[in-house]
T-cell receptor, first 112, second 112 residues
Framework: KAGVTQTPRYLIKTRGQQVTLSCSPISGHRSVSWYQQTPGQGLQFLFEYFSETQRNKGNFPGRFSGRQFSNSRSEMNVSTLELGDSALYLC???????????FGNGTRLTVT | AQRVTQPEKLLSVFKGAPVELKCNYSYSGSPELFWYVQYSRQRLQLLLRHISRESIKGFTADLNKGETSFHLKKPFAQEEDSAMYYCALSGGRGSTLGRLYFGRGTQLTVWP
């Protein structure tokens, strides 16, 4: 069974631009969560989607948004990029509400 | 507010020695606790979940509600245990496991 797939693996963007990251969950998994990982703040929860509905949202500004499609694939978008948005963005999926998370390899975003 | 503290950023032991990675949490309800591990160049993966009460790769962890701790232990460390270990908390009943609060991680190095 294929694991969680995130694309692209690496991205370099300029301040003020926007970016879209993609996540394909494990087949059959309906829940997708996103996390930001930085050396300064560690792993921080961004949002969680289940059946195309946002179920939870972390403490991030409105520039961070996401969505989930009917096939459970998810995207997150960051608008008006700031230098501080440089991070590893991890996607994780789970089978159901009380199932543990399975993580992808992440997308490394660098904002210059 | 939920908080997970891993007091040791780095931990080194020799092969065959016992190892204990500390995790303390702050949460007023009934939490679910996890240990995730990230081996070099691999994705973050679940090691232990406290409700499972399993021993995985020789590791065990006991939830101590009185001391609000969930320390990870192994009696005889192996070189292949070298990795980054993260303790994580979920908000308990009614919450989803998609929203985890992570500690900052402990880098374990097992010397031959």
């Amino acid at each position: 069974k294929a694991g969680v797939t995130q694309t692209p693996r690496y991205l370099i963007k300029t301040r003020g631009q926007q970016v879209t990251l993609s996540c394909s969950p494990i087949s059959g998994h309906r829940s997708v969560s996103w996390y930001q990982q930085t050396p300064g703040q560690g792993l921080q929860f961004l949002f969680e989607y289940f059946s195309e509905t946002q179920r939870n949202k972390g403490n991030f500004p409105g520039r961070f948004s996401g969505r989930q499609f009917s096939n459970s694939r998810s995207e997150m978008n960051v608008s008006t990029l700031e230098l501080g948005d440089s991070a590893l963005y991890l996607c994780a999926s789970s089978l159901k509400r009380d199932s543990p998370l399975h993580f992808g390899n992440g997308t490394r975003l660098t904002v210059t | 507010a939920q908080r997970v503290t891993q007091p040791e950023k780095l931990l080194s032991v020799f092969k065959g020695a016992p190892v204990e990675l500390k995790c303390n949490y702050s949460y007023s309800g009934s939490p679910e606790l996890f240990w995730y591990v990230q081996y070099s160049r691999q994705r973050l993966q679940l090691l232990l979940r406290h409700i499972s009460r399993e021993s995985i790769k020789g590791f065990t962890a006991d939830l101590n509600k009185g001391e609000t701790s969930f320390h990870l232990k192994k009696p005889f460390a192996q070189e292949e245990d070298s990795a980054m270990y993260y303790c994580a908390l979920s908000g308990g009943r009614g919450s989803t496991l998609g929203r985890l609060y992570f500690g900052r991680g402990t880098q374990l190095t097992v010397w031959p």
